[in-house]
């Protein structure tokens, strides 16, 4: 006998990602369709499927599908109803924090290189200042190689202070994205528990089987004969 399974159902709208995109709609939007692909990936993904099973510890089938227009809807089948709706509301938050996770790792990542980056650009800023200083002091006489020295060594020294300024705003940006919470789906529908079974029930497949079996038996009769 094979247990009757019970449906449960939510729809979403997977929000912004990109980490630019982000910044300049300060969080708000829906995902794009090359980011709704990547959240549909991570939801069908082992690492979720074992949240799941290891906080409800209960067999369910998982189905993730787009919608006509645009969002996500995903379906749950377990023989509790209960446990199917909130195993299905679950997924979606689970999956949320998952790519929170990611997300963050690879903005450190970002953060760690843009603050290596800065740090040489500084220690590259204090060294052209001095050497200006020390040229600045030093220049006694009006002589246009000396002058052109100056001046080559004032661009590089301008150069690197633009560079040491966007590097800045850079970090400044990673630093608040690390501190502000990643947006979290946007949910439509919450599923619900539902009374109503799916799938062919215990009986009908074993009439089907019957009769597919007696099928062949026929079949076979009519092929020896």
């Not at 909130?86 to 970002?110: H, P, Y």
């Not at 560079?163 to 990643?182: C, F, M, S, W």
């Not at 919450?190 to 497949?205: C, E, F, T």
């Amino acid at each position: 006998m094979r247990p009757a399974k019970f449906a449960a159902e939510t729809t979403f709208f997977v929000p912004l990602t990109l980490l630019e995109t982000q910044i300049n709609q300060n969080g708000i939007g829906f995902g794009s369709p090359i980011e709704v692909d990547a959240h549909l990936e991570l939801m069908q993904s082992p690492r979720v499927i074992q949240v799941l099973e290891s906080t409800f510890n209960e067999a369910f089938d998982l189905d993730v599908r787009k919608t006509r227009n645009g969002a996500v809807a995903v379906e749950i089948r377990s023989s509790n109803p209960i446990i199917a709706a909130e195993i299905c509301n679950a997924s979606i938050a689970i999956t949320d924090s998952i790519k929170q996770d990611m997300l963050r790792q690879n903005v450190g990542m970002s953060l760690e290189v843009i603050w290596n980056r800065a740090q040489l650009l500084e220690a590259e800023e204090k060294a052209l200042r001095k050497e200006l200083d020390s040229l600045r002091l030093f220049s006694q006489d009006d002589s246009l190689s000396f002058a052109a020295l100056i001046f080559r060594k004032e661009r590089q020294y301008g150069t690197a202070v633009v560079e040491l300024t966007k590097v800045e705003r850079k970090l400044e940006d990673l630093k608040g994205y690390t501190d502000a919470p990643a947006p979290k789906s946007y949910i439509i529908s919450p599923a619900i528990p539902s009374n109503k079974k799916v799938g062919l029930p215990s009986w009908a497949i074993g009439m089907l089987g019957a009769a597919i079996v007696g099928i062949a038996i026929a079949v076979w009769r009519s092929t020896s004969s």
